[in-house]
Each structure stands twice: as C-alpha cells, then as structure tokens.
C-alpha cells in the first residue's frame, strides 16, 4: 500500500487502534478522517491532530452509513483509501440463552458494518487511480476466544469475506488488505494490565511497516501464532488456548 498522499477515511477512529492507525497515517503524509458515534472523542483526536478531519457515523445504522458516504464523495473526490476499524467486543456465554440485542449488535457493528460501507464507498474507489479497502479482522478469527463467541465468528467472517472481496476486485485499481490484530492494550474489553497485551504504539509501529509492502495481510508478529492455526488440527489448539485463558482469568 503507498503509504502517503492518500485521503482515508477510518471508521471508528475516536479511539484504540482506529485512533492509532489515524494518527500514524496522518503523521505519514495523508489526509486522514476519522469517524464513530462519540463525537467528544472525535473531537479530542482531531484537536490533538491539526488537519485531521472527522464526521460522526453510526455503522449500525445504514442510513447514517449512506448519508455520510455521499458527503465524504462529494467533500473529498480523491478519497481513495477506506478502513473499516469500528467494531465492538463483549463476554456472550453462548452455552446459555444470549441477550438477542447485545449480539445482534456485535454481528451489525463487526460484520454488517464494513459490508455497507465498503458498498457505499465500492464504485468511488474503482474511479481511483490506485485504491486500498482497509478490513480488521483478528487473530480471534482463527483461534476463537470462546467467551467470547460471537465476536469470534465476526471476524472469522471478515477474514472470509476480505478474501472474496479481493477476488472479486482482482484486475480493478482497488488492492483489499486484512489487518489481524493480537491481544492490544485498548479499551475494546475494559481497561487491563495484563502483560499478554500487545502495547498499542508497538502494534502501530509495525503495522505501518507491513502496510508499506504490498502483503494482503498484515499480521504482526504477536498474531502470527494465531494466523498459523493448523486447520484440521486446530480444535486442541483451541482448547489449550482457552483453558489457559480460563485460567488466567481474575476470579
């Protein structure tokens, strides 16, 4: 991916890696907008970033998705870089009955949301000379955290879809890239000091790196492990990295 001159819009960049992937792109050279529904920390993050822009976006809203895609074409033709960051992750025992909205509310945000954005914005970037569709997925998408269940298979689904979506785009100006983060130290869970935390500057740092090279994957090295997930072997892979986090869980 060029790493400068490009106008990106990143959703979900008020704060965690969303915040931290803005700001390292704006620092590189680009013109960067961010978005999310909590306009205080969208206004803290452009304060702190002098030429950044933002706009609010509900991505579990397809008309807020639409409204603000006709905006942002229309403000900034040269728009050609898309990242699809927002997400939101929560416990759901899915071994008991589940709060049908809560989990409705993950599978809108973490799979159904960059699936309408990437529409809304599809045919503006294959106008562009050069374009990159920006997913996130996570190292959860293959080697699920059981507790959490239904954030899991979210981003199994992303990493499924970014590779159709490629394939579709092949012979088009518009390169898909998959980001799979680690565990990083954000607020995604609470607030942690637990050291299995990939410390965020750190992830950045390297992501920026592997964005600059024209993988279809960026996976740190932290996520490698679970990016090697050994297919038809995988369930005592799953087991053991569960009981192991079912044990270092705080009691």
């Not at 803290?44 to 509900?58: D, R, Y």
């Amino acid at each position: 991916m060029k790493i400068t001159g490009n106008t990106i819009f990143i959703t979900g960049g008020g704060s965690g890696i969303g915040r931290g992937l803005a700001e390292a792109l704006h620092k590189a050279g680009n013109q960067v907008i961010i978005s999310g529904r909590r306009k205080g920390h969208l206004e803290e993050v452009t304060k702190a970033n002098p030429g950044m822009k933002s706009i609010e976006l509900n991505v579990e809203d397809p008309a807020s998705i639409a409204a603000v895609a006709k905006k942002l074409i229309a403000e900034y033709p040269n728009l050609n870089v898309v990242v699809n960051n927002a997400g939101i992750m929560s416990v759901d025992l899915v071994a008991n009955p589940v709060e049908d909205k809560a989990v409705a509310s993950i599978v809108t945000t973490n799979f159904l949301g960059p699936i309408r954005v990437t529409s809304a914005f599809i045919e503006h970037l294959k106008k562009q000379p050069t374009a990159t569709l920006v997913t996130v997925s996570s190292g959860l998408a293959f080697v699920p955290l059981a507790v959490t269940a239904t954030y899991s298979a979210t981003k199994a689904a992303i990493h499924s879809y970014s590779m159709s979506l490629r394939h579709q785009l092949k012979g088009t100006s518009v390169k898909v890239v998959e980001i799979a983060p680690p565990w990083v130290k954000t607020e995604l869970m609470g607030t942690s000091d637990d050291p299995r935390q990939m410390p965020l500057d750190e992830f950045i740092a390297e992501t920026m790196k592997l964005l600059a090279t024209d993988a279809d994957e960026v996976v740190v090295e932290r996520a490698q492990f679970f990016r090697k997930n050994p297919g038809p072997n995988e369930h005592q892979l799953v087991n053991g990295f569960n009981d192991q986090m079912a044990q270092a869980a705080p009691h």
